[in-house]
């Protein structure tokens, strides 16, 4: 993102220590504009899996590890020495916010179903460095799936390479200056398209994610009471519907840029909203965005399609995955990789998984 110079993507050439930084929005540092990769158009396209949290033992361990503290650093390049955020109170604002409203971005104050099925997803990197990205829980049969972008869950490469996946992962809806309002979720499986299955060293991750591939699911563990997720937190809806330029878009996620830029304005304290009309990158026309200030940590956040402002609810149509500084457009524009055929087979794949 331009607004943290130097800002790695996620490729495991990059130190781990320096992809915390970021987790994770994908950031142009190869060049300006990407070619298709017809290697990955010509290979058949399969579902990649990984086990999560399977056991008690694990769950409680990882329930454990996020204490607030590390959620709150979660992101931080030098965590050891990186201040604690903040609280911030902005005050809450139960009148609903005017339906169609342009938001460039502010703190979701409006609460609504949003507030309880949209969280913070963290995670540690292969190097013991913490970071997070954004998810929200969806309607499924087992009423235990969450979508978030594929860069949040692991980086190109084979996918039975210990450092390829992320681990630790737990999901907090409704995160709030470090509490856990409906408890943490340990994830039991995740899995992402084959085509981040590629040689690390022809393929980046911003090349899959141009193409279109930028999703990743993830199965909830229940809660520690026994509960899915879904009847916790509620569920938003979903299609895979090809977009249309200028459909008003409202936008959710967790950015967190101030942990290492104190000039920079988000730390991942509140959810902050942004909406507006959509339109496609220049430079990666698959991918469609709204005017947006949001930055790394809001990676896997939805983008909703006909979104109730009075009740929080809307229509997941895309994850985060980037700026303008790859995708192209105006500068503060946050781009998603729209749900299609691709997104579809790993939700089916995902609401199929029994607990």
């Given at each position: 993102?331009?607004?943290?110079?130097?800002?790695?993507?996620?490729?495991?050439?990059?130190?781990?220590?320096?992809?915390?930084?970021?987790?994770?929005?994908?950031?142009?540092?190869?060049?300006?504009?990407?070619?298709?990769?017809?290697?990955?158009?010509?290979?058949?396209?399969?579902?990649?899996?990984?086990?999560?949290?399977?056991?008690?033992?694990?769950?409680?361990?990882?329930?454990?590890?996020?204490?607030?503290?590390?959620?709150?650093?979660?992101?931080?390049?030098?965590?050891?020495?990186?201040?604690?955020?903040?609280?911030?109170?902005?005050?809450?604002?139960?009148?609903?916010?005017?339906?169609?409203?342009?938001?460039?971005?502010?703190?979701?104050?409006?609460?609504?179903?949003?507030?309880?099925?949209?969280?913070?997803?963290?995670?540690?990197?292969?190097?013991?460095?913490?970071?997070?990205?954004?998810?929200?829980?969806?309607?499924?049969?087992?009423?235990?799936?969450?979508?978030?972008?594929?860069?949040?869950?692991?980086?190109?490469?084979?996918?039975?390479?210990?450092?390829?996946?992320?681990?630790?992962?737990?999901?907090?809806?409704?995160?709030?200056?470090?509490?856990?309002?409906?408890?943490?979720?340990?994830?039991?499986?995740?899995?992402?398209?084959?085509?981040?299955?590629?040689?690390?060293?022809?393929?980046?991750?911003?090349?899959?994610?141009?193409?279109?591939?930028?999703?990743?699911?993830?199965?909830?563990?229940?809660?520690?009471?026994?509960?899915?997720?879904?009847?916790?937190?509620?569920?938003?809806?979903?299609?895979?519907?090809?977009?249309?330029?200028?459909?008003?878009?409202?936008?959710?996620?967790?950015?967190?840029?101030?942990?290492?830029?104190?000039?920079?304005?988000?730390?991942?304290?509140?959810?902050?909203?942004?909406?507006?009309?959509?339109?496609?990158?220049?430079?990666?026309?698959?991918?469609?965005?709204?005017?947006?200030?949001?930055?790394?940590?809001?990676?896997?956040?939805?983008?909703?399609?006909?979104?109730?402002?009075?009740t929080g609810t809307g229509t997941l149509v895309g994850v985060t995955t980037t700026s303008e500084e790859l995708a192209g457009g105006p500068v503060n524009t946050l781009y998603a990789t729209r749900l299609g055929d691709s997104a579809h087979r790993l939700y089916d794949w995902a609401q199929s998984r029994a607990l």
């Amino acid at each position: 993102m331009p607004k943290t110079p130097g800002t790695p993507t996620t490729d495991r050439a990059m130190p781990r220590r320096l992809a915390a930084v970021g987790a994770l929005l994908l950031s142009a540092t190869t060049a300006a504009v990407l070619p298709p990769n017809t290697a990955l158009a010509a290979e058949r396209e399969t579902v990649t899996t990984h086990a999560g949290a399977t056991t008690a033992q694990e769950r409680g361990r990882i329930d454990a590890y996020w204490t607030p503290d590390r959620m709150k650093l979660a992101g931080a390049l030098v965590p050891e020495i990186t201040p604690l955020p903040e609280d911030d109170n902005t005050p809450d604002d139960p009148r609903p916010l005017p339906a169609d409203t342009p938001d460039p971005g502010a703190v979701w104050t409006h609460g609504g179903a949003v507030d309880r099925s949209v969280g913070r997803l963290f995670f540690t990197f292969s190097d013991g460095y913490d970071g997070s990205c954004t998810a929200t829980v969806v309607n499924s049969a087992n009423r235990s799936t969450l979508l978030t972008a594929a860069h949040c869950l692991r980086g190109v490469g084979a996918p039975a390479t210990a450092d390829t996946w992320n681990h630790n992962l737990y999901f907090v809806p409704g995160y709030r200056n470090g509490t856990k309002p409906l408890g943490g979720f340990s994830i039991r499986t995740m899995a992402t398209s084959s085509r981040w299955d590629a040689d690390r060293g022809g393929t980046t991750s911003n090349d899959v994610a141009v193409a279109g591939y930028d999703t990743g699911v993830l199965v909830a563990n229940p809660s520690t009471g026994g509960r899915r997720i879904a009847d916790v937190t509620g569920a938003q809806r979903i299609a895979f519907t090809p977009p249309t330029e200028g459909e008003f878009v409202h936008t959710f996620g967790y950015p967190k840029d101030r942990l290492n830029n104190p000039a920079a304005t988000y730390s991942g304290s509140r959810m902050i909203h942004c909406a507006g009309p959509a339109r496609p990158g220049p430079q990666a026309p698959v991918l469609w965005g709204e005017s947006c200030d949001m930055s790394h940590g809001a990676s896997g956040g939805p983008h909703f399609a006909r979104f109730d402002p009075a009740t929080g609810t809307g229509t997941l149509v895309g994850v985060t995955t980037t700026s303008e500084e790859l995708a192209g457009g105006p500068v503060n524009t946050l781009y998603a990789t729209r749900l299609g055929d691709s997104a579809h087979r790993l939700y089916d794949w995902a609401q199929s998984r029994a607990l």
